[in-house]
Nanobody
Framework: QVQLVESGGDLVQPGGSLRLSCAAS????????IGWFRQAPEKEREGISC????????YYVDSVKGRFTISRDNARNTVYLQMNNLKPEDTAVYYC????????????????WGQGTQVTVSS
């Protein structure tokens, strides 16, 4: 059974850090690019980061550049999103997805979605 499971979401104060994990089962994670998306209340889901199969030139949306880092550990079949200097506007449900490719504008060709993990940034 193909499955992506996110974890690591939590309530954190502004300026804090979290590391989200996206663990895959039922398929080899290194066969796909992996995108991270987020959806805030009453907003559309947006692709915020993407890492290709070869780990080169990861994509970040402007609002998270310099604060978020995407990485993958193929041996653990897991992709991570390190989030530093979190802001209240980062509050959202975060999803990972196996995608066909990363572009200069974000992840594309979504194949499998995770169920999401809640990140809340508040004092």
């Amino acid at each position: 059974q193909v499955q992506l499971v996110e974890s690591g979401g939590d309530l954190v104060q502004p300026g804090g850090s979290l590391r989200l994990s996206c663990a895959a089962s039922g398929f080899p994670l290194d066969s796909y690019a992996i995108g991270w998306f987020r959806q805030a209340p009453e907003k559309e889901r947006e692709g915020i980061s993407c890492i290709g199969i070869g780990n080169s030139n990861p994509y970040y949306v402007d609002s998270v550049k310099g604060r978020f880092t995407i990485s993958r550990d193929n041996a653990r079949n897991t992709v991570y999103l390190q989030m530093n200097n979190l802001k209240p506007e980062d509050t959202a449900v975060y999803y990972c997805a196996a995608v066909n490719f990363c572009t200069d504008y974000g992840p594309g060709g979504t194949r499998y979605w995770g169920q999401g993990t809640q990140v809340t940034v508040s004092s």
